[in-house]
Each structure stands twice: as C-alpha cells, then as structure tokens.
C-alpha cells in the first residue's frame, strides 16, 4: 500500500520550531487490518483540517500488521487538542483492543525543515522503542 504523501494543512509562520510526532501501531491480527485502515482514514481527515497542524503522513504495512504516523504540530497544545478532539479520540478508543503493540516518538526540528522523511521517522521510532525496553516489533516496545 502506498504512502499517503505529507500534506501541509497550515503553513507555518517564519522561524517556527515544529513539534513532530512519529508512532508506530501493529495490530494483533490480519483481520484487524481493514478496520483499523478505515478507522484511520476519518483522522486522517481531520488532521487535514486541525488547528495548528503544519503536515502529517501515514504509511500502511497491511500485511505486516503495521501502520506509522508522522505528523508536525506547531505545538504541544495543538497536537494534543487534536488527540482528544472526536474522530480521532473515539477512533483510538474504539481500536484499543485491536492494538498489539504502539511507540510514539517526539522531537522538535524547524519548520523549514519540514516534512520529515519517513527513513529519519522510522529511526526515531526505533530509538524510543528501544529507550522503552524493546524493539518496535511488538515485542516489548511502548505502549
């Protein structure tokens, strides 16, 4: 499955310091797959729309259970009133169950620096998985 290519939904002002964040989900089986696909997709959606949202991208690995975000926020504030603003909270609620195993790592660059390439995205994922005691292979990684 393709990418979805990084998507700019508010310029940022010159000489802003971005927020990024990277996660990491692996789902526990094949036929959680479509569902968490579709459900990810109305996020999608809406992170196409937030406030203070400066990119975002995601990346399906559907036959190997795993799906990776990346997304930049022109702060912590704007990131987090996303997370807990609906579809995206009862989206992450309703799929709790379906998770196996998730990482989530953040890190500030400056917005003319952005969009973040996946290969940079993926390390830092690696790293924070690593810092939390495991391998981001849903062995004992963040949760």
């Keep these: 499955m393709p990418t979805l290519p990084w998507v700019t939904p508010n310029p940022p002002r010159p000489g802003t310091q971005a927020l990024v ?11 959680d797959v ?19 949202a400066l990119g975002a991208s995601l ?8 799906f990776y975000t990346l997304s930049a926020w022109e702060s912590r504030d704007a990131l987090y009133t996303y997370a807990r603003t609906d579809p995206h909270k009862s989206v992450m609620t309703g799929l709790r169950a379906t998770m196996r195993d998730s990482t989530f790592a953040f890190w500030e660059v400056p917005a003319d620096r952005l969009p973040i390439d996946w290969a940079h995205a993926k390390r830092r ?12 292979d849903g062995h004992g990684g963040g949760r």
């Design 125 to 136: 994922i690696e790293e924070q998985a690593r810092t939390q005691g495991g391998a981001p």
């Design 59 to 66: 990346e399906a690995k559907p036959f190997g259970k795993v």
């Design 34 to 52: 479509p569902r968490f696909f579709w459900k990810s997709l109305s996020a999608w959606g809406q992170v196409r729309k937030a406030p203070g």
């Design 21 to 31: 964040m990277a996660s990491r989900f692996e789902v526990r089986s094949l036929k």
